[in-house]
């Protein structure tokens, strides 16, 4: 089993910067794919960033240049620092993974609020 644990949301001003972090634990393998989603209210839940093993990241258009993902395989983590953030950015951020093979993510942390707002 996979747990995840995100944390660093919080509310902060048009133009700032937060990063969020995810801890997992459980049965984790550097071939695992990890991502970031958000989910808006009233919207569905969009993938923001998922970062490959080989370190291939992929993101939203919306936040290409602004957001960028890392993981540290060592300590089970995975981050998203973003930048310049934008009132329409404000969602609850979700940490989650993909077993390489798999068709979906199936492992999801419980959610870290970001607000953006002046």
């Known amino acids: 089993q996979v747990q995840l644990v995100e944390s660093g949301g919080g509310l902060v001003q048009p133009g700032g910067s937060l990063r969020l972090s995810c801890v997992a634990s459980g049965s984790i393998f550097s071939s695992d794919i990890l991502g970031w989603f958000r989910q808006a209210p009233g919207e569905q839940r969009e993938l923001v960033a998922g970062?490959?093993?080989?370190?291939?990241?992929n993101y939203l258009d919306s936040v290409k240049g602004r957001f960028t993902i890392s993981r540290d395989n060592a300590k089970k983590m995975v981050y998203l620092q973003m930048n310049s953030l934008k009132p329409e950015d404000t969602a609850v951020y979700y940490c989650?993974?993909?077993?390489?093979?798999?068709?979906?993510?199936?492992?999801w942390g419980q959610g870290t609020q970001v607000t953006v707002s002046s």
């Open positions: 989650s993974l993909r077993r390489f093979g798999a068709a979906k993510y199936d492992y």
């Open positions: 970062m490959s093993r080989g370190g291939t990241a």
